[in-house]
Nanobody
Framework: QVQLVESGGGLVQAGGSLRLSCAAS????????MGWFRQAPGKEREFVAA????????YYTNSVRRRFTISRDNAKNTVYLQMNSLKPEDTAVYYC????????????????????WGQGTQVTVSS
């Protein structure tokens, strides 16, 4: 059993920053990918960012590229999402996801590629 616990969400004004963290416990993620997804009210869950085990590969949805940065600390089994220049349209519940597998590049973008999910953390950006 794997537990993923997100933290760092909150309320911020447009243009502000937040840093989300996701701590994993219960199983080693050696070799595995991790990602962030989000779901806004009334919308489907969407991919935000993902990172390979070595952190040599990162992936972003176009709307957050150059504003968000994903990183990971494998010694701590933790993945981060630094969010800068936040916009009201970034408002959503953000979910951390993980898989023990390495992924072919196009699979990073799909939620079905990940076997473990956190409970989510709310991010609200006011205008």
């Amino acid at each position: 059993q794997v537990q993923l616990v997100e933290s760092g969400g909150g309320l911020v004004q447009a243009g502000g920053s937040l840093r989300l963290s996701c701590a994993a416990s219960g199983r080693t993620f050696s070799g595995g990918a991790m990602g962030w997804f989000r779901q806004a009210p009334g919308k489907e869950r969407e991919f935000v960012a993902a990172i390979s085990w070595s952190a040599g590969s990162t992936y972003y949805t176009n709307s957050v590229r150059r504003r968000f940065t994903i990183s990971r600390d494998n010694a701590k089994n933790t993945v981060y999402l630094q969010m800068n220049s936040l916009k009201p349209e970034d408002t959503a519940v953000y979910y951390c996801a993980a898989t023990p597998r390495g992924l072919t590049y196009y699979l990073y973008y799909s939620g079905s590629s990940y076997s473990d999910w956190g409970q989510g953390t709310q991010v609200t950006v006011s205008s």
